[in-house]
């Protein structure tokens, strides 16, 4: 388990990770989501190890991340810019990493470099970024540590191989218990693998929710009330926000679905079905209630 304690850390005048309280439990998917400059990339390299916290504390069960070189044999760290060594290949990065992580499978590296159709003896510099992003997945997934930090991961990749770097996180997770973290700008393109997701804004967390709990507690429902009954009427309801089209009414509710449908039920409507919501259309909701607009913060 990460635990975040009062993490912050500031660059001059600058507060990049503003007092953030957070825990990212075992394999889970925990995607962090936020505008560049809301403090995604600081707060990994917390995580990493690799900047001091300025206050406050990040441990990786109990033990401080900070200059723990034990701890640190852990995770992998893949950052927005990769870095290779000048005029390395592949293989070369292989001696550098199996002599970093012990438990690195050279045999699935290169399987998996002949799938992605990398060439082993080619000079990195000479890759495109996409081409650089899938090696440095490669490199974290064969590495075997047990959580895996991924900044901006996505970005870069093709729709077929954002789609296939997803599947090897899930393989993994379901082989081995990796716990990846990713952070990204793109609510989208977290929706489909994440467990629990936390909008940064300004430093500070403004929402961190575990999606099966958000899914369940608020709905959506589109309907047709009796001629001159107004939405205000459906007493029981929790409402956040009311849509109209012509006669059509769209509610976003809170709540359980069981109770709501039983509220909608007692009202006797012409017509009602409850939708599924994007994650995209539940953070809206979440953080309009918290004075938010998360449209200008992340789409």
Do not use: W
């Amino acid at each position: 388990m990460i635990e975040a304690i009062g993490l912050t850390k500031r660059f001059h005048d600058i507060v990049a990770v503003n007092h953030i309280d957070a825990v990212i439990k075992e394999g889970c998917v925990f995607g962090l989501i936020g505008t560049n400059g809301a403090g995604k990339s600081t707060f990994l390299r917390m995580a990493a190890g690799i900047l001091r916290p300025d206050e406050g504390h990040i441990r990786l069960d109990g033990e401080d991340v900070y200059e723990n070189v034990k701890i640190k044999s852990r995770f992998f760290y893949i950052s927005d810019e990769a870095f290779f060594f000048s005029n390395a290949t592949p293989k070369d990065m292989v001696l550098f990493y199996r002599n970093v992580y012990p438990r690195f499978d050279e045999k699935r590296f290169f399987s998996l470099l002949k799938n992605f159709e990398l060439e082993e003896n080619r000079k990195i510099n000479t890759f495109s970024k996409g081409m650089k992003k899938q090696l440095s997945v490669l490199l974290g997934i064969c590495a075997n540590t047990e959580y895996i930090f991924c900044d901006e991961t996505f970005d870069g990749l093709d729709p077929v191989m954002r789609q296939t770097v997803k599947s090897l996180f899930a393989n993994d997770m379901t082989e081995r218990k990796l716990t990846p973290i990713i952070a990204s700008h793109n609510l989208r393109e977290l929706e489909d693998i994440c467990d629990h997701v936390g909008l940064l804004h300004r430093g500070g967390i403004l929402l961190s929710k575990d999606l099966d709990d958000m899914k369940l507690n608020i709905h959506k429902i589109q309907c047709v009330l009796e001629p001159g009954t107004d939405p205000e009427s459906l007493v029981g309801l929790e409402i956040i926000k009311t849509e109209r089209r012509g006669s059509l009414l769209t509610l976003t509710v809170r709540g359980k679905k069981e109770e709501i449908a039983a509220v909608m039920q007692a009202h006797h409507p012409v017509f009602f079905e409850m939708i599924p919501l994007s994650l995209e259309e539940i953070f809206i909701s979440e953080t309009e209630v918290a004075g938010y607009d998360v449209k200008k913060l992340i789409f």
